[in-house]
């Protein structure tokens, strides 16, 4: 069983900062691809930040230069800063990590956290 638990959302005004957390806990054999996505209502989930295997990073157009990813294999962890932000960036944000458990070491499965809102508005 592998858990995502994830922290630091909140409200914050307009170009204020924020930093989101996700910790993955369980019997993890290796982590591969690390990411972050957000749902705002009405909308599909998209993806905001993608860590690749070999560390290189991708971001969604809107959030380059604002949003900053990044991944700790050997900790499990991933995390979000996110800086000057926006209205538009209101949504509940979700960690992912593909992760390999030691049950089953070479097929790694997508683990999703709970979920944290975030909310920009003065």
């Known amino acids: 069983q592998v858990q995502l638990v994830e922290s630091g959302g909140g409200l914050v005004q307009p170009g204020g900062s924020l930093r989101l957390s996700c910790a993955a806990s369980g019997s993890i054999y290796r982590t591969y691809d690390m990411a972050w996505y957000r749902q705002a209502p009405g909308n599909q989930r998209e993806l905001v930040a993608h860590i690749l295997i070999g560390g290189s990073t991708k971001y969604l157009d809107s959030v380059k230069g604002r949003f900053t990813i990044s991944g700790d294999n050997a900790r499990n962890t991933v995390a979000l800063q996110m800086d000057s932000l926006k209205p538009e960036d209101t949504a509940v944000y979700y960690c992912?990590?593909?992760?390999?458990?030691?049950?089953?070491?070479?097929?790694?499965?997508?683990?999703w956290g709970q979920g944290t809102q975030v909310t920009v508005s003065s």
């Open positions: 992912y990590l593909r992760i390999a458990t030691w049950l089953d070491r070479l097929n790694p499965s997508d683990y």
